[in-house]
């Protein structure tokens, strides 16, 4: 079992970064996922790192403008955001999953851990 806590959420203006963390509570060899979701819509899959740190899957949305990355020495994954526009607004969480394949990276019923959720938002 694994605690997830998120950081790095704020206010920002459009065309500003942002860099989000998941810490976790100890080394884990899991799948690590971070999604999104605003009021009234289903969670989204926003990127995937598989164990073992080579393979990332981005959702269309965020392709060229986020970078999912880990430090294993310190136990933290990351979500690097660039470029940020208003509709990248929403409460991040960050995931972890013991098994995943294919396509099914972006589905948070195939994640067991979540953390608490950090609020981005994205205004002028």
């Known amino acids: 079992q694994v605690q997830l806590v998120e950081s790095g959420g704020g206010s920002v203006q459009p065309g500003g970064s942002l860099r989000l963390s998941c810490a976790k509570s100890a080394y884990t060899n899991y799948h690590m996922g971070w999604f999104r979701q605003v009021p009234g819509k289903e969670r989204e899959g926003v990127a995937v790192l598989y164990a073992g740190g080579f393979i990332t899957y981005y959702a269309d949305s965020v392709k060229g403008r986020f970078t999912i990355s880990q430090d294993n020495a310190k136990n933290t994954v990351y979500l690097q955001m660039n470029s940020l526009t208003p509709e990248d607004t929403a409460m991040y969480y960050c995931?972890?999953?013991?098994?995943?394949?294919?396509?099914?990276?972006?589905?948070?019923?195939?994640?067991?851990?979540w953390g608490q959720g950090t609020q981005v938002t994205v205004s002028s």
């Open positions: 995931a972890a999953s013991t098994a995943l394949s294919g396509t099914m990276w972006s589905m948070p019923r195939m994640y067991q851990y």
